[in-house]
């Protein structure tokens, strides 16, 4: 249940980001919803590679990473998905920390009303 309430919180994110970040736009919601399901699916699965991997300094440069991690995979999806685009790196990465800021906090709200339930 955890993750269709984070992708649509997600997806929210991605629209309300696209809406008042100039030089990221969200033509339609469905390019909203493909742009953040697919940064969800592409941002877990190499969040558990770096992990797998175990790299002693991970734990200093994660946060790096999952920037400049975001960041990429903000620009190949815009090449991918029809009306999702970004204008240049820079906004990318506006983009990514931006994202990257409201989803923890969501997702620490999400985890934090599940073990309150349990």
Same mark, same amino acid.
């Given at each position: 249940?955890?993750?269709? *309430?984070r992708l649509l919180l997600?997806?929210?994110? *991605?629209? *309300?980001?696209?809406?008042?970040?100039?030089g990221i736009s969200s033509e339609t919601f469905l390019a909203g919803l493909s742009a953040a399901a697919a940064l969800?699916?592409?941002?877990?699965?190499?969040?558990?590679?770096? =992990?797998k991997l175990k790299i002693?300094?991970?734990?200093?440069?994660?946060?790096?990473?999952?920037?400049?991690?975001?960041?990429?995979?903000t620009l190949l999806i815009s090449e991918f998905i029809p009306g999702f685009s970004v204008r240049s790196i820079w906004h990318a990465l506006m983009?990514?920390?931006? =994202?990257?800021?409201?989803?923890? *906090?969501?997702?620490s709200s999400v985890a934090s009303e599940d073990s309150f339930h349990h």
């Amino acid at each position: 249940m955890k993750f269709p *309430v984070r992708l649509l919180l997600t997806t929210i994110t *991605v629209l *309300v980001t696209a809406y008042i970040l100039p030089g990221i736009s969200s033509e339609t919601f469905l390019a909203g919803l493909s742009a953040a399901a697919a940064l969800a699916l592409l941002i877990t699965s190499t969040k558990r590679i770096f =992990l797998k991997l175990k790299i002693p300094m991970n734990m200093i440069f994660f946060g790096f990473i999952l920037f400049t991690l975001i960041t990429m995979l903000t620009l190949l999806i815009s090449e991918f998905i029809p009306g999702f685009s970004v204008r240049s790196i820079w906004h990318a990465l506006m983009f990514s920390i931006i =994202l990257t800021g409201i989803t923890s *906090v969501i997702n620490s709200s999400v985890a934090s009303e599940d073990s309150f339930h349990h």
